[in-house]
Protein backbone atom coordinates (compact mmCIF):
# COMPACT_ATOMS: atom_id res chain seq x y z
CA UNK A 1 0.00 0.00 0.00
CA UNK A 2 1.31 3.75 -1.22
CA UNK A 3 -0.22 6.35 -0.06
CA UNK A 4 0.50 9.89 1.42
CA UNK A 5 -0.18 9.84 5.29
CA UNK A 6 1.10 9.63 8.20
CA UNK A 7 0.01 7.19 11.08
CA UNK A 8 -3.70 5.50 10.02
CA UNK A 9 -5.57 7.06 12.59
CA UNK A 10 -5.07 10.67 12.02
CA UNK A 11 -5.92 10.40 8.16
CA UNK A 12 -9.37 12.44 8.84
CA UNK A 13 -7.72 14.94 11.39
CA UNK A 14 -4.88 15.36 9.43
CA UNK A 15 -6.85 15.88 6.13
CA UNK A 16 -9.34 18.27 7.89
CA UNK A 17 -6.72 20.65 9.21
CA UNK A 18 -5.53 20.69 5.69
CA UNK A 19 -9.14 21.34 4.15
CA UNK A 20 -8.84 24.22 6.67
CA UNK A 21 -5.96 25.47 5.65
CA UNK A 22 -6.86 25.59 2.31
CA UNK A 23 -10.41 26.86 2.47
CA UNK A 24 -10.22 29.35 5.46
CA UNK A 25 -11.96 31.90 3.13
CA UNK A 26 -15.07 29.61 3.12
CA UNK A 27 -15.60 27.57 6.17
CA UNK A 28 -14.29 27.25 10.03
CA UNK A 29 -13.47 23.90 11.11
CA UNK A 30 -14.67 22.50 14.68
CA UNK A 31 -11.93 20.14 15.37
CA UNK A 32 -13.57 18.66 18.82
CA UNK A 33 -15.99 17.69 17.94
CA UNK A 34 -14.68 17.54 14.21
CA UNK A 35 -17.28 19.06 11.60
CA UNK A 36 -16.86 21.72 8.75
CA UNK A 37 -19.07 25.05 8.52
CA UNK A 38 -19.60 27.95 6.30
CA UNK A 39 -17.80 30.92 7.45
CA UNK A 40 -21.03 32.73 7.95
CA UNK A 41 -22.60 30.35 9.41
CA UNK A 42 -25.24 30.75 11.55
CA UNK A 43 -26.98 32.79 8.66
CA UNK A 44 -29.74 34.39 10.92
CA UNK A 45 -33.21 33.63 9.47
CA UNK A 46 -31.68 30.69 6.72
CA UNK A 47 -32.44 27.18 7.32
CA UNK A 48 -29.39 25.48 7.65
CA UNK A 49 -28.63 22.33 5.67
CA UNK A 50 -26.18 19.68 7.45
CA UNK A 51 -25.09 16.54 5.72
CA UNK A 52 -21.77 14.41 6.44
CA UNK A 53 -20.75 10.74 6.29
CA UNK A 54 -17.56 8.80 6.28
CA UNK A 55 -14.58 9.95 4.66
CA UNK A 56 -12.98 9.02 1.54
CA UNK A 57 -15.29 10.35 -1.09
CA UNK A 58 -13.98 13.67 -0.75
CA UNK A 59 -14.86 16.48 -2.24
CA UNK A 60 -18.49 15.36 -0.70
CA UNK A 61 -19.00 16.68 1.62
CA UNK A 62 -16.51 19.01 3.33
CA UNK A 63 -15.98 20.35 -0.12
CA UNK A 64 -19.75 21.85 -0.84
CA UNK A 65 -20.28 23.72 2.40
CA UNK A 66 -19.92 27.36 1.35
CA UNK A 67 -22.50 29.89 0.33
CA UNK A 68 -25.53 28.50 -1.83
CA UNK A 69 -24.97 24.71 -0.94
CA UNK A 70 -24.35 22.62 2.88
CA UNK A 71 -23.86 24.92 6.04
CA UNK A 72 -21.89 22.05 7.59
CA UNK A 73 -20.31 18.75 6.97
CA UNK A 74 -19.56 16.12 9.42
CA UNK A 75 -16.55 13.73 8.48
CA UNK A 76 -16.65 10.40 10.08
CA UNK A 77 -13.59 8.01 10.43
CA UNK A 78 -13.07 6.54 6.70
CA UNK A 79 -16.24 4.66 5.07
CA UNK A 80 -17.37 4.73 8.86
CA UNK A 81 -20.74 7.24 9.83
CA UNK A 82 -19.96 9.95 11.99
CA UNK A 83 -21.21 9.51 15.38
CA UNK A 84 -24.56 11.80 16.86
CA UNK A 85 -22.43 14.14 19.30
CA UNK A 86 -20.63 16.19 15.84
CA UNK A 87 -23.84 15.82 14.16
CA UNK A 88 -25.70 17.86 16.85
CA UNK A 89 -23.05 20.09 17.52
CA UNK A 90 -23.24 21.15 13.63
CA UNK A 91 -26.64 20.99 13.86
CA UNK A 92 -26.82 23.38 16.89
CA UNK A 93 -23.60 25.50 14.98
CA UNK A 94 -26.01 26.57 11.94
CA UNK A 95 -29.50 27.11 13.16
CA UNK A 96 -30.18 30.53 12.46
CA UNK A 97 -33.54 29.97 13.94
CA UNK A 98 -35.35 28.63 11.03
CA UNK A 99 -34.23 24.97 11.49
CA UNK A 100 -31.85 22.46 10.28
CA UNK A 101 -32.12 19.97 7.16
CA UNK A 102 -30.24 17.00 7.45
CA UNK A 103 -29.35 15.86 4.05
CA UNK A 104 -28.12 11.42 4.91
CA UNK A 105 -26.97 8.90 2.22
CA UNK A 106 -28.99 5.72 3.13
CA UNK A 107 -26.63 3.71 4.57
CA UNK A 108 -27.86 2.10 8.29
CA UNK A 109 -25.25 3.85 10.33
CA UNK A 110 -25.68 7.36 9.10
CA UNK A 111 -29.27 7.26 9.12
CA UNK A 112 -29.65 5.75 13.02
CA UNK A 113 -26.44 8.35 13.72
CA UNK A 114 -28.22 11.12 12.32
CA UNK A 115 -31.79 10.71 13.43
CA UNK A 116 -30.36 10.18 16.97
CA UNK A 117 -28.65 13.67 16.66
CA UNK A 118 -31.94 15.00 15.21
CA UNK A 119 -34.07 13.75 18.32
CA UNK A 120 -31.44 15.23 20.71
CA UNK A 121 -31.33 18.26 18.62
CA UNK A 122 -35.36 18.46 18.64
CA UNK A 123 -35.40 17.84 22.85
CA UNK A 124 -33.44 21.32 22.25
CA UNK A 125 -35.50 23.41 20.58
CA UNK A 126 -34.13 23.14 17.28
CA UNK A 127 -36.69 21.99 14.15
CA UNK A 128 -34.90 18.96 12.07
CA UNK A 129 -36.41 17.37 9.06
CA UNK A 130 -34.14 14.60 7.78
CA UNK A 131 -34.32 13.79 3.49
CA UNK A 132 -32.86 10.38 3.03
CA UNK A 133 -30.96 9.76 -0.68
CA UNK A 134 -31.45 6.78 -2.32
CA UNK A 135 -31.06 7.30 -6.06
CA UNK A 136 -28.29 4.36 -6.88
CA UNK A 137 -30.52 1.77 -8.97
CA UNK A 138 -27.74 -1.00 -9.33
CA UNK A 139 -29.23 -3.18 -5.81
CA UNK A 140 -31.97 -2.62 -3.64
CA UNK A 141 -30.14 -3.80 -0.56
CA UNK A 142 -26.79 -3.77 0.43
CA UNK A 143 -23.88 -4.62 3.34
CA UNK A 144 -24.43 -1.25 4.24
CA UNK A 145 -28.12 -0.67 3.57
CA UNK A 146 -31.89 -1.43 3.49
CA UNK A 147 -33.45 0.04 0.33
CA UNK A 148 -31.29 1.92 -1.89
CA UNK A 149 -27.81 3.46 -1.24
CA UNK A 150 -27.02 7.09 -1.73
CA UNK A 151 -24.28 8.06 -4.29
CA UNK A 152 -23.17 10.39 -6.24
CA UNK A 153 -26.93 12.36 -6.72
CA UNK A 154 -26.27 13.42 -3.42
CA UNK A 155 -24.26 16.04 -4.79
CA UNK A 156 -27.85 17.36 -6.93
CA UNK A 157 -29.47 16.88 -3.80
CA UNK A 158 -27.29 19.35 -1.80
CA UNK A 159 -26.97 21.89 -4.52
CA UNK A 160 -30.65 22.60 -5.42
CA UNK A 161 -31.52 22.21 -1.51
CA UNK A 162 -29.01 24.42 -1.24
CA UNK A 163 -30.11 27.14 -3.80
CA UNK A 164 -33.66 27.08 -2.41
CA UNK A 165 -32.50 27.77 1.36
CA UNK A 166 -30.23 30.36 0.40
CA UNK A 167 -33.21 32.65 -1.23
CA UNK A 168 -34.98 31.97 1.55
CA UNK A 169 -37.39 28.73 1.59
CA UNK A 170 -38.57 27.81 4.94
CA UNK A 171 -38.05 24.29 6.43
CA UNK A 172 -40.91 22.23 4.59
CA UNK A 173 -40.34 23.96 1.15
CA UNK A 174 -36.84 23.17 1.27
CA UNK A 175 -37.28 19.55 2.61
CA UNK A 176 -39.53 19.16 -0.29
CA UNK A 177 -37.29 20.28 -2.83
CA UNK A 178 -34.70 18.39 -1.82
CA UNK A 179 -36.98 15.18 -1.74
CA UNK A 180 -38.29 15.97 -5.33
CA UNK A 181 -34.43 15.78 -6.52
CA UNK A 182 -34.08 12.57 -4.74
CA UNK A 183 -37.16 11.01 -6.71
CA UNK A 184 -35.92 12.60 -9.89
CA UNK A 185 -32.33 11.53 -9.86
CA UNK A 186 -31.02 7.96 -10.50
CA UNK A 187 -27.39 6.71 -10.77
CA UNK A 188 -25.29 3.81 -11.41
CA UNK A 189 -21.76 3.11 -11.25
CA UNK A 190 -18.89 0.90 -11.86
CA UNK A 191 -15.41 -0.01 -10.79
CA UNK A 192 -12.14 -1.26 -12.55
CA UNK A 193 -10.10 -1.34 -9.67
CA UNK A 194 -10.69 -1.65 -5.75
CA UNK A 195 -9.69 0.98 -2.79
CA UNK A 196 -7.22 0.56 -0.16
CA UNK A 197 -8.93 2.10 3.37
CA UNK A 198 -5.97 2.72 5.12
CA UNK A 199 -6.45 1.34 8.41
CA UNK A 200 -6.83 -1.96 6.41
CA UNK A 201 -4.08 -1.61 3.90
CA UNK A 202 -5.10 -4.10 1.73
CA UNK A 203 -7.69 -3.64 -0.86
CA UNK A 204 -11.36 -4.03 -0.21
CA UNK A 205 -12.35 -6.15 -2.58
CA UNK A 206 -10.43 -8.42 -5.44
CA UNK A 207 -10.77 -7.66 -9.21
CA UNK A 208 -8.25 -9.49 -11.66
CA UNK A 209 -6.84 -7.23 -14.49
CA UNK A 210 -9.55 -8.15 -16.89
CA UNK A 211 -12.48 -8.12 -14.58
CA UNK A 212 -14.80 -5.17 -13.97
CA UNK A 213 -18.06 -4.60 -11.31
CA UNK A 214 -21.16 -3.20 -12.76
CA UNK A 215 -23.13 -1.40 -9.99
CA UNK A 216 -20.28 -1.23 -7.28
CA UNK A 217 -21.30 0.89 -4.41
CA UNK A 218 -19.13 4.00 -2.98
CA UNK A 219 -17.43 1.85 -0.37
CA UNK A 220 -16.73 -1.15 -2.65
CA UNK A 221 -19.88 -3.02 -2.08
CA UNK A 222 -21.23 -5.35 -4.81
CA UNK A 223 -22.89 -4.46 -7.71
CA UNK A 224 -25.26 -6.39 -10.38
CA UNK A 225 -22.75 -8.52 -11.93
CA UNK A 226 -19.05 -9.00 -12.62
CA UNK A 227 -17.80 -9.18 -16.19
CA UNK A 228 -14.81 -8.93 -18.39
CA UNK A 229 -13.51 -5.91 -19.18
CA UNK A 230 -15.12 -4.44 -22.28
CA UNK A 231 -14.96 -0.84 -24.08
CA UNK A 232 -16.32 2.35 -22.71
CA UNK A 233 -19.30 2.66 -24.95
CA UNK A 234 -19.97 -0.82 -23.93
CA UNK A 235 -19.89 -0.22 -20.26
CA UNK A 236 -21.51 2.80 -20.75
CA UNK A 237 -24.75 1.53 -22.21
CA UNK A 238 -24.50 -1.14 -19.17
CA UNK A 239 -24.84 1.97 -16.77
CA UNK A 240 -27.47 3.89 -18.78
CA UNK A 241 -29.70 1.47 -19.74
CA UNK A 242 -31.13 0.86 -15.93
CA UNK A 243 -30.74 4.46 -15.18
CA UNK A 244 -32.99 4.95 -17.84
CA UNK A 245 -35.83 2.35 -17.39
CA UNK A 246 -35.74 3.24 -13.42
CA UNK A 247 -37.56 6.49 -13.35
CA UNK A 248 -38.45 6.25 -16.44
CA UNK A 249 -37.18 8.92 -18.49
CA UNK A 250 -38.48 9.64 -21.86
CA UNK A 251 -38.00 11.49 -24.73
CA UNK A 252 -38.67 15.39 -24.35
CA UNK A 253 -37.13 15.21 -20.85
CA UNK A 254 -34.32 17.86 -19.98
CA UNK A 255 -31.96 16.28 -17.53
CA UNK A 256 -28.55 17.38 -15.87
CA UNK A 257 -25.89 14.22 -16.84
CA UNK A 258 -23.04 14.45 -14.37
CA UNK A 259 -20.15 11.68 -14.67
CA UNK A 260 -18.50 11.49 -11.95
CA UNK A 261 -14.99 9.69 -11.10
CA UNK A 262 -14.66 7.16 -8.22
CA UNK A 263 -11.08 9.02 -7.29
CA UNK A 264 -8.08 7.67 -9.57
CA UNK A 265 -9.80 7.72 -13.08
CA UNK A 266 -7.88 10.25 -15.57
CA UNK A 267 -10.67 13.34 -16.85
CA UNK A 268 -9.57 12.58 -20.21
CA UNK A 269 -11.52 8.94 -19.73
CA UNK A 270 -14.32 10.80 -17.69
CA UNK A 271 -15.14 12.80 -20.98
CA UNK A 272 -14.68 9.72 -23.36
CA UNK A 273 -17.78 8.42 -20.79
CA UNK A 274 -19.78 11.57 -21.25
CA UNK A 275 -19.48 12.01 -25.02
CA UNK A 276 -21.33 8.28 -25.45
CA UNK A 277 -23.44 9.40 -22.54
CA UNK A 278 -24.80 12.44 -23.79
CA UNK A 279 -24.90 10.53 -27.37
CA UNK A 280 -27.06 7.80 -26.05
CA UNK A 281 -29.83 10.43 -24.58
CA UNK A 282 -29.73 12.22 -27.55
CA UNK A 283 -30.63 9.45 -29.44
CA UNK A 284 -33.54 8.83 -27.32
CA UNK A 285 -34.67 12.44 -27.82
CA UNK A 286 -33.58 13.73 -23.96
CA UNK A 287 -31.99 16.66 -23.93
CA UNK A 288 -28.69 17.48 -21.31
CA UNK A 289 -29.21 21.13 -20.71
CA UNK A 290 -26.98 20.83 -17.71
CA UNK A 291 -23.67 18.75 -17.20
CA UNK A 292 -20.88 18.00 -14.45
CA UNK A 293 -17.91 16.08 -14.87
CA UNK A 294 -15.25 15.40 -12.71
CA UNK A 295 -14.08 13.64 -9.37
CA UNK A 296 -17.63 14.59 -6.68
CA UNK A 297 -18.29 11.83 -4.76
CA UNK A 298 -15.39 9.65 -4.90
CA UNK A 299 -13.98 5.93 -3.00
CA UNK A 300 -10.57 6.81 -2.07
CA UNK A 301 -8.44 5.62 -5.11
CA UNK A 302 -10.71 3.43 -7.14
CA UNK A 303 -10.71 3.38 -10.96
CA UNK A 304 -14.45 3.97 -12.25
CA UNK A 305 -17.06 5.92 -12.97
CA UNK A 306 -20.89 6.63 -12.03
CA UNK A 307 -23.61 7.97 -14.28
CA UNK A 308 -26.42 10.38 -12.74
CA UNK A 309 -29.42 11.79 -14.86
CA UNK A 310 -31.79 14.42 -13.01
CA UNK A 311 -34.74 14.58 -14.88
CA UNK A 312 -34.99 18.54 -14.55
CA UNK A 313 -37.94 21.06 -14.67
CA UNK A 314 -38.26 25.16 -14.40
CA UNK A 315 -37.86 25.00 -10.64
CA UNK A 316 -35.12 22.39 -10.51
CA UNK A 317 -33.06 24.37 -13.12
CA UNK A 318 -33.34 27.47 -11.68
CA UNK A 319 -32.17 26.27 -7.92
CA UNK A 320 -29.27 24.60 -10.07
CA UNK A 321 -28.11 27.64 -11.86
CA UNK A 322 -28.59 29.55 -8.63
CA UNK A 323 -24.86 30.94 -7.65
CA UNK A 324 -22.89 29.00 -5.32
CA UNK A 325 -19.34 28.97 -3.41
CA UNK A 326 -17.65 25.97 -2.09
CA UNK A 327 -14.19 24.70 -2.19
CA UNK A 328 -15.60 22.23 -4.83
CA UNK A 329 -18.63 23.89 -6.71
CA UNK A 330 -18.89 27.12 -7.54
CA UNK A 331 -20.21 29.41 -9.87
CA UNK A 332 -22.44 32.94 -9.97
CA UNK A 333 -20.28 34.46 -7.32
Known amino acids: ?44 GKVGLVSGGGSGHEPLHGGFVGYGMLDAAVPGAVFTSPTPDPILAATKAVDGGAGVLHIVKNYTGDVLNFETAADLAGADGIEVRTVIVDDDVAVKDSLYTAGRRGVAGTVFVEKIAGAA ?45 DEIEIGIGIHGEPGRERIKLEPADAIVDRLLSPILEDLPFASGDKVALMVNGMGGTPQVELYIVYRHAAQVLADRGIEVTRSLVGN ?13 VLKLDDELTELYDAPVQTAALRWGR
Do not use: W, Y
Request: proline share 6%.
Open 1 to 44: MKKLINDPKNVVEEAVAGFEAAHGDLVTVSHDPIFIARKDAPVS
Open 296 to 308: FVTSLEMQGTSIS
Open 165 to 209: AERGDDLAAVAAVAEKVNANVRTMGVALTPCVVPHAGEPSFELAD
